[in-house]
């Protein structure tokens, strides 16, 4: 009689794969990860790498743009991802969000120019033109209040929209505000908050359950002594 063998995982069967977004996000997420006991400082000492093994703790780290991070998740070539609600609410994926990380905080808004601001009263509007990175968020926003809105899709320098007569608003997300009154515009009203979260593709919940446990757990503890830090001063 044959002795029964134990099936081996294969490398990848044993890892998690965490997709992190580029830029800004990445740094404050780097901050978190560290605190939870994880590291990836190497990834970070140079911009053109977009893989970082972390074979002590069975973690693979990649670098994408915010925008495909919840697609990647989603397919499963990432088990875990870092994306802003802005992109979460926009692409509506079927994703797990079990934490949220706190990090890259800021506002969705409606902004027009100041000179249009200054007679202007949103309760009045009944058929606007947006300009947006946004089209859906912006659509149900102004669907959900009776308000007709045509929207042009934009990649980029949303703020010129107004100026160039192209649209009479825009949404967009802001931090400080800054960049708004510099182009001569102003917020008109407030859409969501946004931050971003821990996503996680369904399937990985029930194939890797306890390293995905073992890292949200470790992640939420370290986002809330962060938010004890900061209540602190």
């Not at 182009?183 to 996503?199: A, C, H, P, W, Y």
Request: hydrophobic share 40%; proline share 4%; charged share 30%.
């Amino acid at each position: 009689m044959k002795k029964k063998t134990e099936m081996t995982k294969r490398p990848w069967e044993e890892t998690l794969t965490i997709a992190l977004p580029k830029g800004r996000i990445l740094k404050e997420a780097s901050l978190l990860f560290r605190a939870a006991g994880f590291d990836f400082s190497e990834l970070l000492q140079d911009d053109r790498r977009l893989i970082y093994e972390d074979a002590a703790e069975g973690l693979r780290f990649m670098i994408l743009r915010n925008q495909d991070i919840p697609t990647y998740v989603e397919y499963g070539a990432a088990d875990l991802g870092i994306a802003g609600k802005d992109t979460l609410v926009e692409q509506a994926k079927d994703l797990y969000e079990p934490l949220d990380l706190g990090i890259g905080a800021c506002r969705m808004i409606v902004a027009e120019p100041r000179e249009l601001g200054a007679r202007d009263n949103p309760r009045h509007w009944t058929h606007i033109r947006v300009a947006t990175k946004y089209p859906n968020i912006t659509l149900r926003h102004f669907l959900g209040k009776g308000i007709q809105v045509d929207i042009i899709k934009l990649y980029g320098s949303i703020e010129l929209a107004p100026l160039l007569g192209l649209s009479e608003r825009i949404v967009d997300l802001v931090q400080t505000g800054e960049t708004l009154r510099k182009n001569g515009l102003v917020e008109v009203e407030d859409i969501m908050q946004v931050t971003s979260k821990l996503i996680c593709n369904r399937a990985s919940l029930k194939t890797k359950p306890k390293k995905v446990k073992d890292l949200v757990e470790r992640m939420g503890r370290a986002v809330g002594a962060k938010a004890k830090e900061a209540a602190a001063g």
